[in-house]
């Protein structure tokens, strides 16, 4: 009977050997395939911050030019250019010359 229950106990033994080295395998092939959509998620993320890099440089160059309008606007250059464009004001004395298309 020892035998037997020798027998037996090494038969648990590789079992329990081949389920282990079963599950090792299994954590090992998940953890690569995790590892490689984290790659690609970091290289997505990688590029979505480039993108969003330029636009807050377009926005800032945008911010720039609208700030030095804004100045330009308060000149009285500006002003003159807005009363002989859109109101057809000209200074006394001042002669305008048309085109006879």
Same mark, same amino acid.
């Given at each position: 009977?020892?035998?037997?229950?020798?027998?037996?106990?090494?038969?648990?033994?590789?079992?329990?050997?081949?389920?282990?080295?079963?599950?090792?395998?299994?954590?090992?092939?998940?953890?690569?395939? *995790?590892? #490689? &959509?984290?790659?690609? +998620?970091?290289?997505?993320?990688?590029?979505? !911050?480039?993108?969003?890099?330029?636009?807050?440089?377009?926005?800032?160059?945008?911010?720039?030019?609208?700030?030095?309008?804004?100045?330009?606007?308060?000149?009285? *250059?500006? #002003? &003159?250019?807005?009363? +002989?464009?859109?109101?057809?004001?000209?200074? !006394?004395?001042?002669?305008?010359?048309?085109?006879?298309?």
């Amino acid at each position: 009977m020892a035998g037997k229950a020798a027998f037996t106990k090494r038969r648990r033994n590789k079992t329990g050997m081949l389920l282990i080295t079963t599950v090792v395998l299994l954590m090992f092939f998940v953890v690569a395939v *995790k590892s #490689v &959509e984290l790659r690609e +998620k970091r290289a997505d993320y990688a590029a979505r !911050e480039a993108a969003l890099m330029q636009e807050i440089e377009a926005e800032e160059a945008r911010s720039e030019e609208i700030a030095e309008f804004e100045k330009y606007t308060q000149t009285k *250059k500006y #002003v &003159e250019e807005v009363a +002989k464009e859109k109101l057809g004001l000209v200074y !006394e004395g001042e002669i305008i010359f048309k085109d006879g298309d």
